[in-house]
């Protein structure tokens, strides 16, 4: 059935209710679906950056990944965000940095944090990204906490790739992963020193073209917010 939306004044949330906030909107690329948590009135990073085609299923899959969490859209939370997504989407001269909530195991942290010190241009091997987190010979491990990356273009797993050239998997989409490594290369030439860039963390409590307008359709509730 759809999602049922109704409003922060029709139900107002209890003190140490937790919230999953999200908004979407339409790039190059399809469409992006943002997100963070919010508990007792304080916003954490985000949580969760996806690229898809419907942002029906796009919702749904945050629902999924987000199950003890009440969806609640709101756009107005979201504009310097999704601003900073559709300028590095189009114009990938500088990394795409964000305030990040990142939840997952602690292997799974540092080669997110890895990708993260990469920049536009760049590509890095499994195998190289195994060496640098300090884990030789975990290339397969790497492959797999690259695949299980939420957060799109901030943790900028589509630098990543197979030893061979061949390839590799990306969770929202080959043709995007190889529509965005085209656009950085073009803008900024291949093989470039890795970066420095600053990674803003919070919460490290948790495991773990033309678009269309947006029609929502899960089962799980939904509110939106009111300023």
């Known amino acids: 059935p759809p999602i049922q939306k109704r409003s922060m004044s029709q139900s107002p949330p209890k003190q140490n209710e937790s919230t999953l906030h999200f908004a979407t909107d339409a790039c190059v690329l399809g469409h992006v679906l943002i997100a963070r948590v919010c508990e007792a009135n ?4 985000i949580c969760s950056l996806s690229l898809g085609d419907d942002p ?29 997504v559709r300028q590095f989407v189009e114009q990938p001269t500088q990394p795409l940095v ?16 890895a990708l993260v010190q990469t920049s536009p241009g760049e590509t890095i091997t499994y195998r ?8 030789p010979g975990s290339s397969r491990a790497v492959g ?10 901030a943790v900028p797993c589509h630098r990543a790739v197979r030893s061979d050239g061949k390839d590799s998997g990306f969770r929202w989409g080959l043709e ?32 773990f073209p033309n ?10 509730p939904l509110r939106q917010s009111q300023t």
């Open 42 to 45: 304080s916003a954490k990073g």
């Open 56 to 84: 029906s299923s796009q919702l749904s899959e945050l629902a999924a990944a987000f199950p003890h969490h009440e969806l609640v859209e709101a756009p107005e939370s979201f504009q310097t965000e999704l601003a900073d």
């Open 98 to 113: 964000l305030p990040l909530d990142l939840r997952g195991t602690s292997f799974q942290k540092r080669v997110w944090e």
């Open 211 to 220: 678009p269309k307008s947006p029609t929502h359709s899960c089962s799980t």
């Open 128 to 135: 190289e990204l195994a060496e640098r987190i300090g884990s």
């Open 176 to 207: 995007r992963k190889r529509e965005l490594l085209n656009r950085e290369r073009v803008l900024n030439g291949p093989s470039l020193p890795t970066g420095k860039n600053q990674l803003q963390l919070a919460g490290f409590d948790a495991p």
């Open 144 to 153: 797999a906490a690259c695949g299980q990356n939420q957060i799109a273009l």
